[in-house]
C-alpha cells in the first residue's frame, strides 16, 4: 500500500488488487484528550465496475470516555 494523509483524510492506493485479496491497514491515531466522539469512515474504489457498490463504504463511531496520557485507541478499518 502506497498512503499519504491530508486534511484530515488518509488516503491508500495499490496499482493492483486480487479479488478478495487486500493485506489489512492499519491506522493509528491519537484520540483527543477532552470526551467525546471519533467518526472513522472508509469507502472503496476501483477502475472496474462493482455489481454490489452499496457495500463499498462504511463508518465506525468510537466513544472518548477519558484519555490518560501516552494511551492510543486504534479505530476498526473496514476491508472490502
Known sequence: WDCSY???TVICSRPSLGLEAAPLILL???????????????????VEA????????????????????DHRLYLPLVLK
Do not use: F, L
Not at 31 to 41: L, T
Open 6 to 8: 491530508m486534511a484530515g
Open 28 to 46: 493509528s491515531v491519537t484520540a483527543p484528550q477532552d470526551p467525546g466522539s471519533i467518526v472513522n469512515r472508509a469507502e472503496v474504489r476501483a
Open 50 to 69: 462493482d455489481p454490489k457498490p452499496e457495500d463499498n463504504a462504511a463508518t465506525a463511531t468510537t466513544q472518548v470516555v477519558s484519555m490518560a496520557a
